[in-house]
């Protein structure tokens, strides 16, 4: 009896410090499922280099030499985590019946993978690994985390609290996230509105094995931005109403000092005028800001640029050998 073929996508940006270990760790889960006839023999752990400036890349070249479950696909410049983790996702669906993503840096617990599998198997075609317990992250990424996602879930964005990238997928759910063109990609909001059967995981959030986050601060924010923008219109509402608030309390003020003028009571001014140009100009950068943040990401999808672009693809014609035999 054969399983369902497997691949383990790891996008790795500067991870020479736990590739390593990740690699070791990923081979023993992946041989244990194939030694107990879970997945098939063919199944693989394709590590994507999103454009590391480090040794990722030599290492993973290395790993491919000697450790034939391990496959690597090279980008030729940083794409950036979603379409790093994009492009290895569609290598790896056009070989697999099911791909699990998971980040390099061992965070998330490699041992549900088997509970992944075993969803699959039960008819699941998305299995979310949830965070039950993030103690080791720090109290800041954990209080803006939360706040995240119960912001997002306000303004009308179905995501899966404490779920980030690690999850299994059907190669049916696959080909159905392919359609989503978008070069704003928002990966975890956008499984759930594919619709298919699925189910959640749960397990406790470790440390980072080695090395520091890729996610600073600032890329942190922009993530968070790109979220909500790419989903939601409600910012855009938001401004309008500001901006109907804003003309109406204005109306109010001018209506008071018309009669103000009129009764002769003229003293004053200098404050409301003020005020007025400080709270109204404030509206407006606000305004302008958020429009132009839709209008760039207008830009940027209208030009269709590609997402990502392999250089060296060491992973889609691994089984051809074996066809032809
Ligand atoms: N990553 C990537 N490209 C980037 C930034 C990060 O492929 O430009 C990868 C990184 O190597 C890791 C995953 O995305 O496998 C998540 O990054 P990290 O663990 O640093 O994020 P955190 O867990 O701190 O949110
Ligand atoms: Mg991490």
Redesign the pocket.
């Known amino acids: 009896m054969k399983g369902p073929i497997l691949t383990i996508v790891?996008?790795?940006?500067?991870?020479e410090e736990v590739f390593p270990e990740t690699s070791k760790q990923l081979s023993a889960v992946l041989s244990n499922l194939i030694d107990d006839f879970l997945i098939s023999s063919e199944s693989k752990i394709l590590f994507?280099d999103?454009g590391s400036r480090d040794r990722t890349w030599v290492l993973i070249e290395k790993e491919m030499a000697k450790n034939p479950l391990v496959k690597g696909l090279k980008l030729a410049r940083?794409?950036?985590?979603q379409n790093?983790?994009l492009a290895g996702l569609e290598a790896a669906a056009a070989q697999s019946d099911c791909v699990v993503s998971i980040?390099?840096?061992l965070?998330d617990d490699i041992r549900v993978i088997r509970t992944f599998v075993e969803k699959y198997r039960d008819g699941f075609d998305v299995v979310y690994g949830v965070r039950d317990k993030r103690e080791t992250d720090t109290f800041f990424k954990r209080t803006t985390a939360l706040g995240f996602y119960r912001f997002m879930n306000k303004i009308g964005i179905n995501l899966i609290p404490n779920h980030?990238d690690f999850r299994l997928m059907s190669k049916r759910a696959l080909d159905e996230l392919f359609k989503y063109k978008e070069t704003n990609l928002f990966l975890r909001g956008l499984i759930p509105l594919i619709g298919f059967p699925s189910t959640k995981v749960f397990y406790d959030r470790k440390e980072?094995v080695a090395g520091?986050?890729?996610?600073p601060l600032k890329?942190?924010f922009a993530f968070a931005f790109d979220g909500i923008t790419s989903f939601s219109i409600t910012p855009i509402r938001f401004v309008t109403f500001l901006g109907f608030l804003a003309v109406i309390i204005s109306a109010l003020a001018g209506g008071y000092a018309i009669v103000q003028e009129l009764t002769g009571h003229t003293e004053s001014g200098w404050t409301s005028i003020i005020i007025s140009i400080w709270f109204v100009g404030g509206l407006e950068l606000l305004a302008t800001g958020i429009i132009g943040e839709y209008i760039g990401k207008i830009y940027r999808e209208v030009k269709r640029r590609p997402r990502y672009t392999i250089e060296v693809d060491a992973f889609s014609n691994h089984n051809e050998g074996k066809q032809k035999l």
């Open positions: 790891v996008p790795c940006y500067n991870e994507v999103d940083n794409a950036g985590h790093a983790l980040d390099a840096d965070q980030a980072r520091e986050s890729k996610y890329k942190m």
